[in-house]
């Protein structure tokens, strides 16, 4: 299922699947795949929020919440539409979007049709300030809380990513199964950009490419440092004898955008990027070849931004505190390296902070030395180029 990288820390690929008997898992109550896609359930829907939705001529989608909680939470919207379209195929609602990321949820496709001229009823999807604040005119709420929804297991395998875990809760809220399958966060498609046009005029994307984010809301548990992967980048860069280009992607919020270059040494030529909108960031991604990142929204981001063939490079997650699995994607390429402490979270579907769970002695990602991380790059960019 995983593979040790180094003591007390693991490499867990994006793929792989875990058996429900072996993690902490809520049965979802029926087999997904011996129900056809339509299909009532075996479970009772909650009967005033069904009719309530289908009253609804519009959806609106408000996020205003940590970039990261909200992307993982796009599968809601995913959800919605899917019941809507199962209940008048040749209709899509509407779907209207506010917020700071409404840009990035435009490139999911899922907002479609012309919005009301004047509102009639609608159903709100968002964190819960933002719900909250449109509760006394919405006819329908659906709060997207990280914490509410468990690990759900069915047909023998647990579901522990977030957008699985958002997606069947309202498929089993619904009473009716949904098409989403494997994978149920939608991805953001992407293209160039003046950004990226200008960084590959100046041979930024010439090589092999690394983007490693640096950006984090906790830099005390989360934040590996500019100098840790700086020495990873030189570690893959001796190891294949060739130059590494390496973006340090930063997070400041302070409006202000910071693009400067750094020394190059061991064959790493580095160029720090701080400040920039992540709809930019979410273009520089695809044309990368590896990106690396903590458990953060941007490296979320960086795996659900890919290319309109549906193509980008393997995203590797550094999880030191929290479950390795819930904080990602579910796509096969965003992959995981975790601590022991991480791995527990996951086995149990623990939360550190919502459960209350002092911490351990491998909690900072100071236990993913760069030599470790090296190693698991390498195996990952070598199957990249097969």
């Known amino acids: 299922m995983t593979a040790t990288a180094t003591t007390g820390v693991r490499f867990c690929p994006g793929a792989v699947c875990f058996p429900a008997d072996a993690v902490h898992t809520t049965p979802l109550g029926y087999d997904r795949q011996s129900i056809a896609i339509g299909a009532p359930l075996p479970v009772p829907a909650s009967a005033e929020l069904a009719d309530r939705l289908g009253e609804c001529d519009e959806i609106l989608v408000s996020f205003q919440s940590k970039l990261g909680d909200s992307l993982l939470a796009l599968s809601v919207v995913r959800a919605l539409s899917d019941w809507f379209s199962l209940r008048s ?17 435009a490139r999911t496709g899922l907002p479609a049709g012309e919005p009301a001229v004047a509102r009639g009823k609608f159903v709100v999807i968002g964190d819960r300030e933002s719900v909250g604040r449109h509760h006394p005119a919405a006819h ?9 929804p468990p690990c759900w297991s069915t047909d023998g395998q647990a579901q522990p990513d977030m957008p699985a875990r958002h997606y069947l809760a309202l498929e089993r809220r ?3 199964r949904l098409p989403a399958t494997s994978t149920f966060a939608p991805t953001l498609v992407t293209g160039p950009n003046r950004l990226t046009q200008q960084l590959h ?12 984010i640096t950006a984090t809301s906790w830099p005390e548990r989360k934040n590996y440092t500019a100098e840790r992967f700086t020495e990873v980048a030189a570690r893959i860069a001796e190891a294949r004898q060739t130059p590494i280009r390496l973006l340090l992607i930063g997070g400041e919020h302070d409006g202000c955008v910071r693009i ?4 190059s040494a061991r064959g790493v030529r580095a160029l720090y990027l701080d400040g920039l909108p992540a709809d930019e960031l979410a273009d520089v991604f695809p044309r990368c070849d590896l990106v690396l990142g903590n458990d953060t929204g941007l490296t979320h981001l960086a795996a659900l931004a890919r290319d309109p063939d549906g193509g980008g ?6 999880y030191a505190r929290h479950a390795h699995s819930k904080w990602r994607t579910g796509h096969p390429h965003h992959h995981a390296v975790a601590t022991t402490f991480s791995e527990r979270m996951h086995q149990g579907d623990l939360c550190p902070v919502r459960d209350t769970i002092a911490p351990g002695a491998d909690v900072h990602l100071d236990a993913i030395t760069p030599a470790a991380l090296a190693r698991v790059c390498m195996e990952l960019l070598g199957r990249a180029y097969g």
Request: charged share 15%; aromatic share 6%.
């Open 313 to 318: 490079p393997p995203v590797l997650g550094l």
């Open 174 to 176: 619904l009473g009716i």
């Open 260 to 263: 400067a270059a750094a020394d």
């Open 201 to 212: 005029a100046a041979g930024w994307f010439d090589g092999l490419t690394i983007a490693a």
């Open 89 to 105: 195929p040749a209709r899509r609602l509407p779907v209207r979007v506010e917020g700071p990321y409404a840009r990035l949820i």
């Open 140 to 148: 329908a709420s659906i709060i997207c809380d990280p914490a509410a």
